[in-house]
């Protein structure tokens, strides 16, 4: 066995640890998001924290750090948990919208399981586009975006969560977290101050 297929082994066990469950909206105030942006083994992550449900900007905050994994299909998680973990730590929100998949993963278990559990907060993962398998009902589209189960919120919720922040397609906090990720990236790149 190769350590690919041993990844994909944990992969499903931690998936069985992905709690779903439905998430009260009127109890939500600040939606976060988090997007990361490469150039060769450069990672520049950003987090934008907003208020709910207005989605009025509460904050933002860009960083940049090396990165060793390369990006390998259904094995996201590998390359982007280290810049989000410290793009969002010290940070207080209700749920966290991730550029990535959830459930919807051939294995159950993508870039926002991963992230939810191992910050034990509701997340939902938010992407373009599907990937090629992933368990029927695990993804909803709206808009523009697929949405998934992360980890502690059902499906429902997830769905309406995105529906009122979604702005021409694409989640209104997460439409920026790409744009402020990329953003700093160039400005890293160029010697400026974040």
């Known amino acids: 066995m190769n350590n690919l297929q041993k990844l994909a082994e944990v992969q499903k066990k931690l998936s069985s640890k992905i709690v779903e469950k439905p998430i009260d909206l009127d109890s939500i105030k600040r939606i976060a998001a988090v997007d990361v942006a490469y150039k060769e083994n450069l990672a520049s992550a950003s987090f934008v924290l907003c208020s709910f449900p207005e989605c009025k900007v509460l904050k933002i905050k860009a ?10 299909p259904t094995f996201f998680f590998l390359k982007e948990t280290q810049p ?6 010290g940070e207080d929100f209700d749920v966290l919208l ?6 919807a993963h051939p294995r159950g278990y993508g870039l926002a399981s991963h992230i939810g559990l191992l910050l034990q907060k509701p997340t939902v993962g ?9 368990p029927q009902e695990s993804l909803a589209k709206v808009g523009k975006a697929y949405v998934s189960v992360g980890h ?7 769905v309406e ?4 922040v979604n702005e021409n397609g694409y989640p209104a906090p997460l439409r920026l977290a790409d744009k402020e990720s990329k953003r700093a990236l160039k400005r890293f790149l160029l010697g400026e101050s974040l």
Do not use: F, M, Q
């Not at 989000?84 to 730590?89: F, G, T, Y």
């Not at 938010?126 to 992933?134: D, S, W």
């Open 63 to 72: 960083i940049c750090l090396e990165v060793s994994y390369p990006y390998i």
């Open 84 to 89: 989000i973990l410290v793009a969002v730590k």
């Open 98 to 103: 991730v550029e990535g998949h959830g459930r």
């Open 126 to 134: 938010v992407a373009k586009r599907p990937l090629k398998t992933y």
């Open 152 to 158: 502690l919120i059902d499906l429902p919720s997830a």
């Open 161 to 164: 969560i995105v529906r009122v």
